[in-house]
């Protein structure tokens, strides 16, 4: 089982029931919530912009040379290309508006360190 398999299969879940729990994605995967934690504790660990602000974050965008800082980010954002997908299932999973503004807090970082360069 792989996250990417996971991710693949909430989005298509979450589409359909926004609301649905974490047991329900386990039954329609036809795997036991157990193996479903070991791979997201929570729901909320299924969030890929969580996981990106984290990890841009982690990177330092502020520090250094802006061309180091846009390639720590790059070396650190694109592995989690496979979990972003999750955003694909757009609003009819997240809140819009909820998601915008975490999306611009994310976004704003980046366009700093870009009109610091």
């Known amino acids: 089982m792989t996250k990417r398999v996971i991710l693949d299969a909430a989005s298509q879940l979450f589409a359909r029931d ?22 997201f504790p929570t729901r909320d660990a299924l969030d890929a912009l ?41 609003a009819s999973v997240w809140d819009l508006r909820g998601l915008n503004d975490r999306w611009y807090s994310v976004t704003t970082v980046i366009e700093d360190l870009v009109r610091r360069g």
């Not at 926004?18 to 791979?39: C, D, E, K, N, Y």
């Not at 520090?63 to 070396?75: K, N, S, Y």
Request: charged share 20%.
């Open 18 to 39: 926004p609301s649905a729990a974490m047991s329900a994605l386990a039954s329609a995967m036809g795997i036991g919530r157990a193996t479903l934690h070991r791979h």
């Open 50 to 90: 969580d996981r990106v602000s984290t990890a841009i974050d982690a990177c330092l965008p502020t520090e250094g040379p802006v061309a180091d800082a846009m390639l720590r980010i790059a070396a650190t954002v694109i592995p989690l290309a496979d979990e972003v997908r999750i955003l694909d299932a757009g």
